[in-house]
């Protein structure tokens, strides 16, 4: 069974542009999170969707947002790219319904804002 | 407000000597809570979780976790560290009521010397 998978692994833009990051779940699995992992700052929450909704978000401005697919696919945009945005981009997903609370991470892709 | 603490940023131990992660958190309801691993250039890894009933859980690769309610405490802990086990610790809490929010630490880096 294949795991989170996530693209690109690695992404360079410079302030002002606009990122996208993709992720695909878990077969079976209809709920993706975002975090975001800066460096000493462990994981910030980002967004949740569920069944196509987004039924989240984090503390974070709305130049972040994402959408979710009807592939339950999901992915995420970062608009007007600031440096401090520059963090490993985790994605996650989960069963919904009866949630066991476990979360199963990709490998993250790596946003470098220069 | 929701939260968790890992007091400790960096960990060293001797391959083969005993180990023990803090975790404490706040939370308004009765926690899930969670242990996570990341290894270099991977994503998380789930160790152990703990629902209810037995307030001692056991996981994945020799580790264990106590959850003591009146310390508002989840430490993970390991009677032999081995080398594979050095990686980055992050302990997490959630619930289906805060909207399925995970809230994670900072982290704990464990560094295992021969």
């Known amino acids: 069974e294949a795991g989170v998978t996530q693209s690109p692994t690695h992404l360079i833009k410079t302030r002002g542009q606009q990122a996208t990051l993709r992720c695909s779940p878990i077969?079976?699995?209809?709920?993706v999170y975002w975090y975001q992992q800066a460096l000493g700052l462990g994981l910030q929450f980002l967004l949740w969707y569920d069944e196509g909704e987004e039924r989240n978000r984090g503390n974070f401005p709305p130049r972040f947002s994402g959408r979710q697919f009807p592939n339950y696919s999901s992915e995420l945009n970062v608009n007007a790219l600031e440096l401090e945005d520059s963090a490993l981009y985790l994605c996650?997903?989960?069963?919904?319904?009866?949630?066991?609370?476990?979360?199963?991470f990709g490998e993250g892709s790596r946003l470098t804002v220069l | 407000a929701q939260s968790v603490t890992q007091p400790d940023i960096h960990i060293t131990v001797s391959e083969g000597a005993s180990l023990e992660l803090r975790c404490n958190y706040s939370?308004?309801?009765?926690?899930?809570l969670f242990w996570y691993v990341q290894s270099p250039g991977q994503g998380l890894q789930l160790l152990l979780k703990y629902f209810s009933g037995d307030t001692l859980v056991q996981g994945i690769k020799g580790f264990e976790a106590e959850f003591k309610r009146s310390q508002s405490s989840f430490n993970l802990r390991k009677p032999s560290v081995h080398w594979s086990d050095a990686a980055e610790y992050f302990c997490?809490?959630?619930?289906?009521?805060?909207?399925?929010?995970?809230?994670f630490g900072t982290g704990t880096s464990l560094t295992v010397i021969p």
């Open positions: 939370y308004g309801a009765t926690p899930y």
């Open positions: 996650a997903s989960s069963r919904t319904g009866g949630n066991t609370g476990e979360l199963f």
């Open positions: 077969s079976g699995h209809t709920s």
């Open positions: 997490a809490v959630g619930a289906l009521l805060t909207g399925n929010q995970f809230y």
